[in-house]
Nanobody
Framework: QVQLVESGGGSVQAGGSLRLSCAVF????????MGWFRQAPGKEREGVAS????????YYANSVKGRFTISQDNAKNTVYLQMNSLKPEDTAIYYC??????????????????WGQGTQVTVSS
C-alpha cells in the first residue's frame, strides 16, 4: 500500500518562499506519476504541478509557472514543491498524489489513486 506524507507547509508573507516535501512509502516500483494539488476553501481541488518519475518534463498550472518548481530525489523517495514569490491567492491545503500509471493529464486529480493528508499553506498580504 502506497503512503504519502507531506510536510513543509506554514505561514509566510507575500513574496516569500516555502518548500513542500512528499515522502513516498510502501512501493518499490521506480516509475510513478507524482502530482501536487491544492484546495482553497469553497473551491475545487486544482492541479499545481506534476512529474513522471523517470525524469520526464514536469507540467505546471499557468497560475504557478515561473514561481513553483517540482523536483524529485529518487534516493530519498521524496518529491518536492519549491514555491517562490508566493501570493495570497496561493493560500490553500496542498496535497501530494501518486499513481503507478503514466497519466495523460498529470494535473487532473481524477487520475490519481494515492493521496497524502495535506499540508496548509497560508500567504498573508
Amino acid at each position: 500500500q502506497v503512503q504519502l506524507v507531506e510536510s513543509g507547509g506554514g505561514s509566510v508573507q507575500a513574496g516569500g518562499s516555502l518548500r513542500l516535501s512528499c515522502a513516498v512509502f510502501g512501493y518499490t516500483y521506480s516509475r510513478m506519476s507524482m502530482g501536487w494539488f491544492r484546495q482553497a476553501p469553497g473551491k475545487e481541488r486544482e492541479g499545481v504541478a506534476s512529474i513522471y518519475r523517470d525524469g520526464d518534463m514536469p507540467y505546471y498550472a499557468n497560475s504557478v509557472k515561473g514561481r513553483f518548481t517540482i523536483s524529485q530525489d529518487n534516493a530519498k523517495n521524496t518529491v518536492y514543491l519549491q514555491m517562490n514569490s508566493l501570493k495570497p491567492e496561493d493560500t490553500a491545503i496542498y496535497y501530494c498524489a501518486a499513481d503507478y500509471r503514466r497519466l495523460t493529464d498529470g494535473l487532473d486529480p481524477r487520475g490519481y489513486n494515492y493521496w497524502g493528508q495535506g499540508t496548509q499553506v497560508t500567504v498573508s498580504s
